[in-house]
């Protein structure tokens, strides 16, 4: 049984989390996040969780054998830093860095290539997963193209 230590789980990482731990080879110990009441509620089914808002308390206390990070953007350079303190493998939403302050930190962190995985979780939100399910259903008949659109209201500081 795997450990999961959750940093942020919003709207993004809780679909992917949950996904997680319905396979029995998981379990979520801790969840960091600054809204402890939001997630208890997202987490109220799972037994055993411990919450904080701290994420080295939580690591310290939980000792998960890895993390998923899904905090805000600005936030994700610093977690992975202490996430390679601990020599955790990690699940980290993107983007890694936003500036280039935050990206010379993470050239300093050579060699834990083989312990990050860097993913895009909106394909895991119920709006993909919806569209999947219709698109799979047949009702839509045969697709031969498709145009997408990702106007996001945020980013523009990067």
Do not use: W
Request: proline fraction near 4%; aromatic fraction near 6%; glycine fraction near 6%.
């Amino acid at each position: 049984m795997y450990r999961i230590g959750v940093i942020g789980s919003g709207h993004r990482m809780t679909p992917l989390v949950m996904k997680m731990i319905a396979n029995e080879d998981f379990e979520v110990c801790g969840v960091c996040d600054v809204n402890i009441d939001g997630v208890r509620e997202k987490y109220a089914e799972q037994e055993n969780v411990n919450f904080y808002t701290d994420a080295v308390e939580m690591i310290e206390s939980e000792k998960p054998d890895c993390l998923m990070i899904g905090t805000r953007c600005s936030l994700h350079t610093d977690l992975m830093v202490l996430a390679a303190k601990y020599n955790l493998p990690t699940f980290l939403e993107k983007p890694v860095c936003i500036n280039e302050q935050q990206l010379e930190q993470l050239k300093m962190l050579k060699g834990i290539s083989d312990r990050v995985v860097v993913s895009f979780p909106l394909r895991n939100t119920a709006i993909v997963n919806c569209v999947r399910d219709i698109i799979e259903s047949g009702r839509l008949g045969r697709i031969i193209q498709v145009q997408a659109y990702n106007n996001v209201p945020y980013a523009r500081c990067y």
